[in-house]
């Protein structure tokens, strides 16, 4: 297994540790994906230590909130499309070559792509790009045998929460939701699971809600 992330060493070893545990080798790979050439070093790396790539989750966000759209720079408007969506491009096209039949492609999309928030327009954006970029993969390349699918979380409490909210919003973050509640990390595994395994074999093109009951249509 392969743990691609920017520069948090000490969570990234935490990830690793239940992989190894249960007797698996992970290797983890330092750096920004919102630059091409890394996207590519990955997948090389990745099949220079395993071979070939059976799974791909592309899951890399940014995201900043804003009031108004003065607020976004240029800079943030690109670097914000570079790491959400051209990353998952990126990774796909170099991944490809080195995937087969069975093979499992998961983007990780939001309820912003259906329901989008105005404080979070760049992020909500690239969201709905990454839904619809999975179903059209999805289309092109199933007669290769391989699926293409995107799960859409609803709140869900990670590090990237109180990093880039007021502390107000962090405050009800979730709370507006059917089940009362947001979610947490664990809660989102079990559909990358499913869709990663062949228990979801005939599961392609799929969007897949984990919002707490916020409807995703």
Same mark, same amino acid.
């Given at each position: 297994m392969v743990i691609s992330y920017l520069s948090e060493h000490d969570d990234a070893k935490d990830t690793a540790l239940p992989v190894e545990r249960a007797g698996r080798r992970a290797v983890l790979i330092a750096g920004d994906v919102s630059r091409p050439e890394h996207c590519r070093q990955i997948v090389k790396q990745t099949v220079d230590e395993f071979g070939k790539i059976d799974i791909l989750v592309s899951n890399a966000a940014y995201q900043m909130s804003h009031d108004s759209l003065e607020e976004i720079s240029d800079e943030e408007w690109e670097y914000t499309f570079a790491t959400n969506i051209s990353a998952m491009f990126y990774l796909v096209k170099a991944a490809l070559p080195h995937m087969g039949p069975g093979s499992s492609i998961i983007g990780s999309s939001s309820v912003n792509s259906d329901m989008p928030s105005p404080a979070l327009a760049p992020y909500a954006a690239t969201?709905?790009?990454?839904?619809?970029?999975?179903?059209?993969?999805?289309?092109?390349?199933?007669?290769?045998?391989?699926?293409?699918?995107?799960?859409?979380?609803?709140?869900?409490? @990670? &590090?990237?929460?109180?990093? @880039?909210?007021?502390?107000?919003?962090?405050?009800?973050?979730?709370?507006?939701?059917?089940?009362?509640?947001?979610?947490? &990390?664990?809660?989102?595994?079990?559909?990358?699971?499913?869709?990663?395994?062949?228990?979801?074999?005939y599961i392609s093109a799929a969007r897949v809600a984990v919002t707490g009951g916020r409807p995703i249509l």
């Open positions: 969201k709905a790009a990454i839904a619809n970029f999975s179903a059209s993969l999805a289309g092109m390349l199933g007669e290769r045998g391989i699926r293409v699918n995107s799960v859409a979380p609803g709140p869900i409490w @990670t &590090p990237l929460i109180p990093a @880039t909210m007021p502390e107000e919003k962090v405050k009800s973050f979730g709370k507006d939701t059917p089940l009362g509640r947001a979610g947490q &990390p664990a809660e989102l595994a079990p559909v990358y699971v499913l869709l990663a395994s062949d228990e979801g074999s």
